[in-house]
């Protein structure tokens, strides 16, 4: 028999979205494209993206729960929702991709992260 488990069961629901954020690596990018949120569409950089999430830097930020629409030249058009901010100018934006775009999505996304490498990390 199994011994009883520490931790809380996850409801389906948390389970299914753990799972799909494990399917999709963010692939690390410097690419400008545009965001529009609660009246702003402003000019931003795409620092990090996957079928399902993505880094922005942008001034202003949307507030946390803001619909997003995100426009990534070379990659597509994205829907999605600010969740956090990890650092400051930045925003983690959880994007709603129909399952059968997300592979196109990531096939572009990876040729566009060749044209738009992120900066060499600098060494402190």
């Not at 629409?69 to 930045?90: C, M, Q, S």
């Amino acid at each position: 028999m199994a011994e009883p488990s520490e931790k809380q069961p996850e409801s389906a629901v948390e389970q299914a979205r753990e799972q799909e954020r494990r399917q999709f690596r963010r692939i690390a990018t410097r690419i400008e494209g545009r965001i529009v949120f609660a009246g702003v569409d402003a000019e931003c950089l795409i620092h990090e993206m996957s079928a399902s999430g993505a880094i922005v830097e942008v001034v202003p930020l949307p507030a946390l729960g803001a619909d997003i629409a995100l426009d990534v030249p070379d990659v597509g058009f994205a829907r999605g929702i600010a969740k956090r901010y990890p650092e400051p100018h930045l925003v983690s934006v959880d994007l709603a991709t129909p399952p059968a775009r997300r592979d196109r999505l990531t096939d572009r996304l990876i040729l566009a992260a060749f044209r738009h490498p992120p900066l060499p990390a600098s060494d402190e």
